[in-house]
Each structure stands twice: as C-alpha cells, then as structure tokens.
C-alpha cells in the first residue's frame, strides 16, 4: 500500500510541473504565430479597411474576405501577388449596365460609374444632337441604365417656311413643342398628332388667318311710275331721281399661309334706305299739232299784273322734265333788282324770267314752264341748287299766291 500511494504522487507532481512548461510553450508559440502575420490595406468598392493575414497571395486573402472576384471585376495587384507588409489591395466590383439606343438593348460590364466612361468603354458615340435622359458627366443611376435617343433629320414646313432640323421626338406633338411651333387658334397641322416621327417624317402646320371685313355695297332703287293727264301720251318724265340705298355686308376672309381661301358672308345690315325714283307717264292725247310759240326775239312779258297767266301754248319739241318752282320779285329781302346777266328787273316788271341752277339750265336758255309760260333763264340764287327754279313776278302778293309747286318745264335751247 506504501508503494502504491507513492507511485501516485510523483504522478501528480509530475502533471503539475507539465502544465506551466505546456502554458509556457503555448504562448510562445502564439508569439510567434502573431509575428509572422502581414498587415494589408484593403478597398472594396471605396470602402478602406485594414487586414492582419498569413495569407500568401492577394487571391487568399479575398477568399479570407469572404469575396467572390468575377470575371469582369477590377483587382489590383493581380490574385496572384505574394503578400507583404503594407500592401494596398483594391478591389472594384463589375456590374451590369443595359444601354438603350433608340430602343435597342444592348448590355456591358463595367467598374466605371461616369456615364461618358461607360460609353467609351462600350464604343458608343453621342454627338451634341442626341438625347440622354442622364448628363454625359454625370454617375449613372441605381437602375443601370443609360438611354440614347440618336438625332436625325425631319422635313418641316411652318407655313411658307421650310427647313430640315435635327430631332430626337417620339411624336409629332412632342416634336412641335421641342421645335418650339407655337399654334394660333385657327393654325392646323396636317400630320396626326400621335404620329410617330421618323427621318422620312414631313411635318407640315399650316398658318390659317381669319379677318372680318366689312363692305358697303349699293342697294337698286324701284322706279314708280304714276299717270299724268298733262303730258302727252307715250312720253315720260322722272318728277323725282331716285337714289340708290347703302346696303353693309360683313364678311370673314380665310387665308391659308397668306394665300385667300373663301370668303363667307356673316352679316348684312341696310345702312341706308334706297328712295324710289317717281316717273310721270303721259296719258294725254292730242287730237291736232300744235304750232310753234310766238317768237322770242325779244322777253315776254307779263299779261296781267294781278296774276300769273297760264297763257303761251306749250311747244311740243325740248328737253322736258320736273323742277321745283318758287317765285320772287324784284324787291325781295336780298334782292338787288338786278338779275345775274345785268338787266334790271325793277324797270322791267313784266318781263318773264327765270333763276335757274346754269349746271342744270344754261343761263340765256328759252325755257317754258307749266302755268308760267315761256320765259328766259337770265338769273341764279343762293338756294336755287339741282332741279330748281324761281320765276319773276312783278308784285309780292303774286309771289305768295304761287308758293311752292312741282312744274314740269321744257328747255328749248
């Protein structure tokens, strides 16, 4: 039993003298484990972190890392390069990039982030004219995607203008508003606007101008005709001129690019009413010719000093029509006594004379006039204008007594 129990504790000292010695090693050897490890700097994707490894290569350590190197990423140094103190490593990850031109897909692998990279990376030209939804200067976006709309040429005609410009539009309406075309409110385009815009694309607006014009156009007077016993049958005098009326018509004039297109009537307005024109129609019938007057050789004179005689038979020849007549004297407010050819009526009281208008009636003229009888045109007045006329009576009293009548006369030279 002695023995047994010594043989038990040289065992247990034994152990206890172990476990320092094995502690010691142990530690020593992590010492050493420690100081052969290499400290790296590491960049993923920007992002710089620091690394202590016992890798050998560039390749181990991203394994360590737990990355994935693709086929189109960036490493720099190569996977192959031994591991030493200091190294920088650089790592860009490749992504895929889709490239839209006028709608057709076509997709690259890049580390590049700059959209003008990315193109000179893919051997895409973008010429000043194209149209990128992102700037060539800029990043691309988190989608990946850059669309190119390439310009090419479109026809257009702006009413008698007509140029080729450069466009990239989709559509015929997006076309005019980057084209900056402006439409009036009657201006049309003939193309549809949803059409699509292609380099054969003719895009045609025509320029359509309404003006409102306003024209005044005569309106015909009736002629009314009415029987007179007193004028021989068959012959016709006018008693009063017609005039004709003014008639405004409103019209809208349509031009197309400054061409005249239609003309429609919108508006009509009677602006003044024409006055019908009255004609004497004779209705009398002479049963025997009647002779010549006396001879005029010298001026009639008066037959009676108390009234107006209807004497002198009416000769059948001359100019015949109607006049207004009125009667004045030789003393009349404003008169002179001298008629507008010299002679002088105050002394020659019984002489049968007329004023007349001379662009209707030439002074000098023999005229016979209904009820007054031949007399001669040798005096004018103020308010003696157009068919008119003022007869010479020797008394004031003979003057009221004739008033105002509606004769017919006839100018024999």
């Given amino acids: 039993m002695k023995n047994l129990f010594l043989r038990s504790l040289n065992i247990k000292q034994i152990v206890i003298g172990i476990i320092p010695l094995t502690l010691f090693v142990s530690v020593i050897s992590f010492v050493l484990y420690q100081d052969t490890k290499k400290t790296v700097t590491l960049d993923t994707n920007g992002e710089t972190i ?13 394994h360590e890392q737990n990355i994935d190197v693709a086929e189109h990423d960036n490493i720099s140094p190569a996977l192959n390069t031994t591991i030493v103190n200091g190294l920088a490593i650089t790592w860009e990850q490749a992504k895929e990039v889709t490239i839209l031109v006028d709608g057709n897909h076509s997709k690259v692998w890049t580390t590049e982030t700059n959209v003008k990279n990315i193109l000179k990376e893919a051997n895409i030209e973008v010429s000043e004219r194209d149209s990128l939804i992102q700037g060539l200067d800029t ?3 988190a989608d990946n995607i850059i669309d190119i709309q390439k310009a090419f040429q479109v026809s257009l005609i702006d009413g008698v203008n007509k140029r080729q410009v450069w466009s990239t539009s989709t559509t015929v309406a997006n076309f005019l508003k980057h084209q900056g075309i ?4 009657f201006d049309r385009v003939e193309n549809n606007l949803t059409d699509e815009i292609t380099p054969q694309s003719k895009i045609t607006v025509v320029r359509v101008e309404k003006i409102i014009d306003v024209m005044e156009e005569p309106l015909d007077f009736t002629i009314e ?8 049958e068959g012959k016709q005098i006018v008693v009063s001129a017609g005039q004709k009326g003014l008639m405004a018509k409103t019209y809208e004039i349509v031009k197309e690019n ?23 129609v004779g209705t009398k019938t002479v049963m025997n010719n009647i002779a010549n007057g006396p001879s005029m050789a010298s001026l009639p004179s008066i037959a009676s000093a108390s009234t107006v005689s209807r004497g002198s038979t009416e000769p059948p020849n001359g100019s015949e029509f ?15 006594g001298t008629s507008a050819t010299g002679i002088d009526l105050r002394s020659n009281p019984e002489l049968k004379v007329i004023a007349v208008d001379p662009s209707v009636i030439k002074l000098g003229s023999k ?14 007045g103020g308010a003696i204008k157009g068919n008119k006329i003022d007869i010479f009576v ?3 009293t003979q003057a009221i007594n004739w008033g105002v009548k509606i004769v017919r006369i006839k100018v024999l030279n």
Avoid at 258 to 280: D, H, Y
């Fill in 322 to 336: 109607y006049v207004t007549a009125t009667a004045y004297t030789a003393y009349c407010k404003g008169c002179s």
């Fill in 50 to 62: 620091e690394v202590v490894t016992h890798a050998k290569t560039v390749e181990q350590l991203l």
């Fill in 225 to 232: 005709e009415k029987q007179d016993a007193s004028l021989q």
């Fill in 258 to 280: 400054g061409q005249f297109v239609s003309k429609n009537l919108q508006s009509e307005k009677v602006v003044k009413e024409p006055q019908n024109q009255v004609v004497a």
């Fill in 139 to 141: 990043e691309i976006g």
């Fill in 182 to 185: 402006q439409l009036n409110e």
């Fill in 367 to 380: 005229v016979w006039v209904e009820g007054y009888g031949i007399a001669v045109a040798e005096d004018t």
């Fill in 394 to 396: 020797p008394s004031e």
